[in-house]
């Protein structure tokens, strides 16, 4: 299982982190991608990263955005910098547990999904 949070009410300009907790595997042995859903648009990759420690940024959030993992605590990390009103949407994180043909950025790779957990950028 996947669990998200640290989602929130954030101004313009501002942090948050989001952390992605697993039970029942080690994420270091998973791919793991967190995705976002505007009220309205398709679920978007964000971010990914690979058993292996590979990071890839979707363009929006690059520079923005950074992935990292804590392995002692079985969890994934979203750090979110520079927040832009168009950041707003309920944030996912997912696990993968084999490549599908899709490519890591894809929803359809993932097998794993955690509850989302909602971000709002608003002044």
């Known amino acids: 299982q996947l669990q998200a949070s640290g989602g929130g009410l954030v101004q313009p300009g501002g942090s948050l982190t989001l952390s992605c907790s697993a039970s029942?595997?080690?994420?270091?042995?998973?791919?793991i991608g967190w995705f976002r859903q505007a009220p309205g648009k398709e679920r978007e990759g964000v971010s990914c990263?690979?058993?292996?420690?590979?990071?890839d940024y979707a363009r929006s959030v690059k520079g923005r955005f950074t992935i990292s993992r804590d392995n002692a605590k079985n969890t994934e990390y979203l750090q979110m910098n520079s927040l832009k009103p168009e950041d707003t949407a309920a944030y996912y994180c997912a696990a993968r547990i084999s490549p599908k043909g899709y490519g890591p950025t894809s929803q359809y790779e993932y097998d794993y999904w955690g509850q989302g957990t909602q971000v709002t950028v608003s002044s």
């Open positions: 029942g595997f080690d994420v270091d042995s998973h791919d």
């Open positions: 990263i690979s058993s292996t420690g590979i990071r």
